[in-house]
């Protein structure tokens, strides 16, 4: 059984920096990619950032190019994304999700967290 469970989020100002955290347990281990997914309501599910971890590859959305960062943490078995420069369009409920290959597209992924709230509001 996988179980996913993401913490940190809250409400931040424009600018604020804020770090979210996915634990996950029971990982398939060919299942080697991790991802951070977010949605804004009446919106669709938007790529954040994936870690690969078979040539520990980081990639990120255009939009939080430069301003995120994901760290995978394999001690504590996490999965952090340390966002900065937050801006009110960085507000929506992050979803950390775990599947088999990198990609941008949500349906590709297996599992799924029940996501943490983040609203950017001055």
């Known amino acids: 059984q996988v179980q996913l469970v993401e913490s940190g989020g809250g409400l931040e100002r424009p600018g604020d920096s804020l770090r979210i955290s996915c634990r996950a347990s029971?990982?398939?281990?060919?299942?080697?990619?991790m991802a951070w997914f977010r949605q804004a309501p009446g919106k669709e599910r938007e790529f954040v950032a994936a870690?690969?971890?078979?040539?520990?590859?980081?990639f990120y959305g255009d939009l939080v190019k430069g301003r995120f960062t994901l760290t995978r943490d394999f001690a504590k078995d996490t999965l952090d994304l340390q966002m900065t420069d937050l801006k009110v369009e960085d507000t929506g409920v992050y979803y950390c999700t775990l599947g088999w290959q990198a990609t941008t597209t949500p349906t590709t992924y297996t599992y799924w967290g029940q996501g943490t709230q983040v609203t950017v509001s001055s």
């Open positions: 870690h690969r971890e078979t040539d520990d590859r980081t």
């Open positions: 029971g990982r398939t281990p060919s299942m080697k990619v």
